[in-house]
T-cell receptor, first 113, second 114 residues
Framework: TQLLEQSPQFLSIQEGENLTVYCNSS?????LQWYRQEPGEGPVLLVT???GGEVKKLKRLTFQFGDARKDSSLHITAAQPGDTGLYLC?????????????WGAGTKLIIKP | EAGVTQSPTHLIKTRGQQATLRCSPI?????VYWYQQALGLGLQFLLW???????NRGNFPPRFSGRQFPNYSSELNVNALELEDSALYLC?????????????FGPGTRLTVL
C-alpha cells in the first residue's frame, strides 16, 4: 500500500510568520500536486511538479519536489489570514499496473491576524 | 469556462435509502473522479471513469457504484445508506488518461444520513 504522509496535521500560527508543510512517501511519483481547500468547497489545484528537484513559486508559496521524487514541501513566507485552509498533496504514477493518485491526509492551516 | 458542477448541494437521507449524486465535468474533460471526504479529513478515492468506462475503484463496498454518460457527466449511487456514509462527496474531472493527475474539483455534495 502506497502512503503519502503529510506533516504537520495541524498548524496554527500568527500572521507574518513562515511555515513549511511536508509530504513524504517511500514511493516514487511521476508527479505531485498541491491543493488548497476552504471549508464547504472543493480543493483548488495550486501547482503540479514533475521533475526531481523542481522548485515552483506562486507569490509567497514555494513548492519543491524532492530529488528522488518521493517527497515534496510547501513553504509559505509571511503567512496571511487568507492562506488559511486545508492543504492537500497528491502523488501520481503507475502503481499495481494501474494509474493511481495517492492523497495525503492534509494539513489544516490557520493563520491568526 | 464553466467549472465542474455537482448536484444537489445538500442531500439528507435516512438509513437504508439510496442516494444519487450528479457531476458535470469541465468541457473537454473525459475523466471523472469521485471522492469521499469525511468531516475535515483527507480525500478517499471512490471511482474513476473515463470515456464511459470504470478505470479504477477505491476500497469501498459494492453499494457504492456509478456510471458515466456519453456526454461525460457522471452519477454516483450509494445504496443501503449507513450513518457513516455521511460526508462531502467531491467530483473532479481531468483531460483523461493522458493527464489524470491534474484534477479540477467541483464544490461537492454534502450527504447527511440520519
Amino acid at each position: 500500500t502506497q502512503l503519502l504522509e503529510q506533516s504537520p496535521q495541524f498548524l496554527s500560527i500568527q500572521e507574518g510568520e513562515n511555515l513549511t508543510v511536508y509530504c513524504n512517501s517511500s514511493s516514487v511519483f511521476s508527479s505531485l500536486q498541491w491543493y488548497r481547500q476552504e471549508p464547504g468547497e472543493g480543493p483548488v489545484l495550486l501547482v503540479t511538479v514533475v521533475t526531481g528537484g523542481e522548485v515552483k513559486k506562486l507569490k509567497r508559496l514555494t513548492f519543491q519536489f524532492g530529488d528522488a521524487r518521493k517527497d515534496s514541501s510547501l513553504h509559505i513566507t509571511a503567512a496571511q489570514p487568507g492562506d488559511t485552509g486545508l492543504y492537500l498533496c497528491a502523488g501520481g504514477g503507475i502503481m499495481d499496473s494501474n494509474y493511481q493518485l495517492i492523497w495525503g491526509a492534509g494539513t489544516k492551516l490557520i493563520i491568526k491576524p | 469556462e464553466a467549472g465542474v458542477t455537482q448536484s444537489p448541494t445538500h442531500l439528507i437521507k435516512t438509513r437504508g435509502q439510496q442516494a444519487t449524486l450528479r457531476c458535470s465535468p469541465i468541457s473537454g474533460h473525459t475523466s471523472v473522479y469521485w471522492y469521499q471526504q469525511a468531516l475535515g479529513l483527507g480525500l478517499q478515492f471512490l471511482l474513476w471513469y473515463d470515456e464511459g468506462e470504470e478505470r479504477n475503484r477505491g476500497n469501498f463496498p459494492p453499494r457504492f457504484s456509478g456510471r458515466q454518460f456519453p456526454n461525460y457527466s457522471s452519477e454516483l449511487n450509494v445504496n443501503a445508506l449507513e450513518l457513516e456514509d455521511s460526508a462531502l462527496y467531491l467530483c473532479a474531472s481531468s483531460f483523461g488518461t493522458s493527464r489524470p493527475d491534474t484534477q479540477y474539483f467541483g464544490p461537492g455534495t454534502r450527504l447527511t444520513v440520519l
